[in-house]
């Protein structure tokens, strides 16, 4: 029999009759990596009792994750003119960086990843693209829960002259790459939840991916009890893409093979019929109503280029499940959650929405829910122990009347005090337990600064990082 251990706190979210509530001086007992009790103080005298003056909350859940290359973003995916490509970065940014990585480079950017996940509240990962073996191990040896899929497609997208986006497709229609995610996916299928890595499936962007593809992931996934992730509606030249091929929104094609469903997750979802994005009419979002289809929001990524959701509160209001995630640097929930409740405010011209509430829940059990696991998200008897411990006393937490106002508008990195997954605490005394961030960082600005100087060897101009991605000032001139 596991110890039980009573953690006792000022302000606990617990979740009872459906939905986050606060308590007040209460208690979370956990036995192995089971809570066993919420509530009352001292109803197990043989429990070891830990006193805090925290917040105990459910841990963040990111449902969109790319942690082998995200870090090398920062200073070069933003403020750049990307006019041409209506503010993607996805055409003329992302190869020259993604390229330039070795095997030893992701595995780096995967442990800065995974770092700023846990700095940041989050206790569960759902990653996308390479290296996932890797990866897969990485979580197991610093205890984080995570999804993972080795990414694959038909082909892919490239410009050659900066004008124009032209696809590149690949003999085998992406079969090789769909065998080895179909073999990581049934390996890790975790089907008890018992193992912290689950399997899952990640054709890539539904512009890269045939019809063929698609229907055959599908059948897989239906067949074996597989979630799927998909970019799409993720970028302008994407919408139009879809719409010159098929005169259909992407979120219409995907609807008319019949990839949606409950268990499809439509990673970004913004370029939709009927917003001011597009032009195009159409209710895009009824089609993902109706099919149960799940969304996940990624503010702070693409609000830095000038794009956001139209509007998180319209999608909730029209019966879409909606998550939020991480998608690239920075590796913020707490910036994901901040951002998607200010930038709903901000296109709704109201204060009452994007409330602190529904992108907290957004956070933890609607995320949980989506996954299938009514055992995450939320801090409730026979849940997993999965709790991030909250300073309360603290410059940015002080005063403190509404534990989720306080966390979602006010937090700071330095207010995750503890992190626990799985019944185990992952970080505390300031340190992520199985990773060398002081080395990650050193080796991160190392492999960084040869992408920076590499770059005009992926680059379709042959243009230097400085040519394409200007420094805000100019070096000073030493005389």
Sequence with gaps: MDKLTEYTAPWIIAFQGGEHRVLKNGAVVVEGNRIVHVGEKGKFSDAEVVETNSIIAPGFISMHSHMQESPVDKGIAEDMDKRQFWNTNLIEVLPPRSKALTEKNAHTCARVSLAEHLRTGCTTVMQMGIESDYIANLARDVGVRAYISEAYRSGEWLTTDGRN???????????????????????????????????????????????????????????????????????YSEFHEMTRRHAKTPIEWLYDIGFVGDNVIIGHGLFLAGTSLTNFHGDDLALLAETDTSVVYNPWVFARNGIVMESFERYTERGVRVCLGTDTTTQS???????????????????????????????????????????????????????????????????????????IYYSEVSDVD???????????????????????????????????????????????????VPLSFPEFVVE
């Design 333 to 407: 929930m707490m910036h994901s959650a901040r951002y998607a409740a200010l930038i709903t405010k901000i296109v709704d011209r109201r204060a009452d929405v994007g409330s602190a509430a529904s992108v907290f829940n957004a956070s933890t059990v609607v995320a949980a829910d989506v996954l299938g696991r009514s055992d995450l998200g939320r801090v409730e008897k026979g849940a997993k122990a999965d709790l991030v411990f909250w300073k309360t006393d603290s410059l940015y937490m002080t005063p403190l009347r509404d534990p989720i106002r306080s966390i």
């Design 165 to 235: 986006v032209t696809y590149k497709w690949s003999d085998d229609d992406g079969a090789a790459a769909f065998e080895r995610a179909q073999e990581f996916a049934l390996n890790h299928r975790n089907s008890d939840g018992s193992d912290l890595v689950t399997g899952f499936l990640n054709p890539s962007q539904v512009d890269t991916c045939s019809e063929d593809l698609l229907k055959e992931t599908k059948a897989f996934a239906d067949e074996n009890g597989l979630l799927m992730q998909i970019h799409a509606a993720q970028s």
């Design 418 to 468: 503890r992190v626990m997954v799985d019944g185990k605490f992952v970080l505390q005394d300031g340190r992520v337990d199985g990773l060398n961030e002081k080395q990650d960082l050193t080796d991160l600005q190392a492999l960084s600064e040869g992408v920076w100087e590499s770059w005009h060897k992926y680059d379709w101009a042959d243009r230097s990082i400085d040519t394409h």
